[in-house]
């Protein structure tokens, strides 16, 4: 047999995801479905659902060096299912896949991995916490002190990571709607992390610290079948409040929204469709795509009316499935910065 067909066989389930965002909102058939009223349990949570089609653990950070230049980090490690259930072996019917990025001003770096569930090359436990695949992971004693390492190649980094603050929930008690039609995941956050370490890059090692956002969200169809991707902000202020807003734009022209406030003690406050608005300002052409790069925040009940730019413009995740995804600079009524992400832009 082929190589290239053995690595089809082996990786089937991930070709059904490389279809695109849009896949998302296929039908869920088989696996669960997120509930209203859920009743978390930690630290067992943190771990993987098997019976739910689709999971991510989503770290971004905004870091600065010893002379206030700006960088990003990313990682992420995605967990997706041909059929609800796990078992040991190649049997096993879930996929993982992980994508690590570095941002500077003025270059953009990103790399991903694959893995078949079953055989212990990827997966995630609850305590000690440690989510891994190949030689990256994301780990530690407990979900509040955590190490993170990824390598590709031309950049690496590894970090330590301090939780100064609660988890968050967003949507209702994290049941996090995503359409009209009631589509939904559930969806919690560490937003509060402090972060440093170094990163490797092709000039050399760079000392960096600051803050980081860790998303948690696991869903069967989070999209409805009309929804063609997103625009996904994580806002961190100078005056310690935060702020989640998303959009998913649908083929009618449309958007559905979602936004939580998170005071700096980490008291939220949840927003339905339509409180939270983020309109196009300026848009890029990179990897042959039109990509907006500036925007126009507001959510009004808080008085946020502010601008949001990317601190690189080309911040393309050029891989499986390419979106943009990069730290941005935020001023206006508020000021601070954070990370913008962006699907389905073809």
Known sequence: MNVKLCLLLIFLPWAAVAQGFSGLGSQA???????????????????????????????????????????????????????????????SPQVWFAHAAVTTPHRHFATERFARGGIGQAGVQAAPFRAWIDEWSLAGPNFDHLTVQAQGPDFAYDMQLTAQGPLVFHGQQGFSVKSAQGQASYYYSQPFFDIAGQLVLPDGPVQVTGQAWLDREWSSQPLADSQTGWDWFSLAFDSGDKMMGFQLRDTRGGTFSSATWITADGTTTPFVDGAFVADPLDSHTVAGRDVPVRWRVQLPAKGVDVTVQALNPDAWMDLSIPYWEGPVLVDGSHTGQGYLEMTGYD
């Open 29 to 91: 058939d088989g696996f669960a479905v997120p509930a209203p009223n859920p009743q978390f349990d930690f630290p067992a949570d943190h771990a993987a659902h098997p019976d739910y089609r689709i999971e991510w653990w989503y770290l971004t950070a905004n870091l600065q060096d010893a002379a206030g230049q700006a960088y990003g980090l990313q990682w992420t490690l995605f967990r997706t299912a041909l059929a609800p259930g796990d078992e040991v072996g190649w049997g």
